[in-house]
């Protein structure tokens, strides 16, 4: 690991601001961060605590560029990203843990060892060959089970994806969606049996809960075989939802009345009717 000297790069931080302009240069950029850790009130406050949240939103809002098909803010949210590695790695330097040079050098380490069919000797044929080798040179990494190294802390539907990719890297997968499907049928029975069955007064059983996480963890395996990402899904069901709610709420705005004065029939009736429009528009 590279030796750090905090005391002796705080040496010359006038030069450096005073010869400090934007830069496509990434020393440049290190030296920024530098500049705005040793000077700003606010940078100099930070630690990797405080700044977690900032990780996780920034990352999303580069998700959301993609999804936009938005390059120009792609580009703007992939440098956010991008200072949130540096600024750590430049917290992690001061406490003499490690830098920013440490956190490359891992990295492309670590892709060229996952890499024996570029860099070694290791033949493959297809992207499930890659796949599987990478999960087998993860365990060979010290991992006692190939779903170790999933966060806790991932949305549910991703971690339950990944948590299935990685089963089936290792081949304990259906071998498509159709017998995946039957399980979301069998599931269904079993969620509407304990509903049937699993009421204690005006709360729901703990068999109840069990059954309706079954049900989602197994649309998810569906989802996946068909293909898709359940998190993908599930938040363009949500931007739909959201703008046939806000037509709704316009719509009758514009009639001078009140959403919560407003009935389910009535504005069951607009929603339908918005359906139907988007339907004849696509």
């Not at 703007?76 to 406490?95: C, K, N, P």
């Not at 259906?174 to 304990?194: M, Q, R, S, T, Y």
């Amino acid at each position: 690991m590279s030796e750090v000297n905090v005391e002796s790069e705080s040496e010359g931080m006038d030069e450096k601001i005073g010869r400090m302009k934007p830069s496509s240069s990434f020393k440049d950029f290190v030296d920024l961060v530098e500049i705005l850790r040793n000077r700003c009130p606010w940078d100099r406050e930070q630690t990797h605590e405080s700044l977690k949240d900032h990780l996780i939103e920034e990352a999303y809002e580069a998700v959301d560029a993609i999804e936009n098909q938005d390059q120009a803010e792609l580009s703007r949210e992939l440098g956010d990203l991008l200072l949130q590695v540096v600024f750590h790695s430049r917290m992690a330097q001061e406490q003499h843990h490690f830098t920013i040079e440490d956190v490359v050098y891992r990295i492309s380490e670590k892709l060229i060892r996952r890499h024996p069919h570029i860099f070694a000797n290791t033949e493959v044929e297809n992207v499930a060959d890659v796949a599987r080798n990478w999960e087998s040179i993860k365990m060979g990494e010290g991992r006692t089970s190939v779903l170790d190294g999933l966060p806790v802390q991932l949305p549910a539907l991703i971690r339950a994806h990944r948590m299935q990719e990685k089963a089936s890297n290792v081949g304990f997968d259906w071998g498509n969606w159709k017998p995946a499907f039957e399980k979301v049928k069998e599931e269904i029975d079993e969620l509407e049996n304990a509903l049937d069955h699993g009421f204690d007064g005006n709360e729901l059983s703990a068999k109840i809960r069990e059954e309706f996480g079954d049900l989602l963890f197994s649309l998810v395996n569906v989802s996946r075989l068909m293909g898709f990402q359940s998190e993908e899904l599930l938040r363009e069901a949500g931007r739909k939802f959201e703008k046939r709610f806000r037509s709704i709420e316009l719509e009758l705005r514009e009639a001078g009345k009140k959403i919560n004065d407003t009935s389910l029939e009535e504005m069951d009736e607009i929603w339908n009717r918005i359906k139907r429009s988007e339907s004849r528009d696509s």
